[in-house]
């Protein structure tokens, strides 16, 4: 027997909240679950015309209860919203238009397995859009999109390849007392033991 998927439906008007219902109720991978069943739900579905200031809301408020995986219908997408849903942690984005059943239970389960699930003529755009907040904005700050910046990367690196402190001062034409500070700041900022804990760290979340 399929194990059905827990999901939240969220929609802004009762009649988008009937339809979806409608299409995914019948359906034997998923199960809506009522607002008194939140807690038990693996996946929100939000349902909205456009992505604007109400919707933003309504996905962070799903994320402060702890639901990770959202996956948002909208009637229309711009390509100016793209990296403020992604930022949020919008797993799935899927225009009404193509919001059938078979395909929000892709989609779903695509979300609840970590996956996401981008239109295609957006995904470009929105690759573009993470290059330019890359080029623009992080990058003249010295900073990378995992949080640690470029210096702080080639350190790590380099200790992951068992390099000491002295033969890392010297591949990277720091002194020594900066090769210390900047494992100092990476442990205490993300709150780790030592340097072979940050190494873990990094390459656990594919930060080297």
Known sequence: MIERLPVL?????????????????????????????????????????????????????????????????????????????????????????????????TVLKSAAAGDGAVPPDLLGRLLNQVGQLQRQVLGPRGLTFSGLAEREVQVLRLVADGFDTEEIAQK??????????????????????NRSHAVAYALKHGLI
């Open 172 to 193: 990277l034409s720091y002194s020594q007392r900066t090769v210390k500070n900047v494992l100092h700041d990476v442990t205490s900022r993300l709150h780790l033991r």
């Open 9 to 105: 439906l969220h929609a802004r008007d009762p009649i988008s909240y009937a339809g979806i219902k409608g299409q995914l109720a019948p359906r034997p991978e998923v199960r809506i679950v009522s607002n008194d069943e939140w807690q038990t739900a693996k996946v929100a579905l939000v349902v909205t015309d456009r992505i604007d200031e109400a919707a933003i809301r309504a996905l962070r408020g799903l994320r402060a209860r702890a639901i990770n995986r959202l996956v948002i219908v909208a009637t229309q997408i711009e390509e100016s919203e793209l990296v403020a849903v992604v930022e949020i942690g919008v797993a799935g984005l899927v225009r009404r238009a193509d919001a059938t059943a078979e395909h929000l239970v």
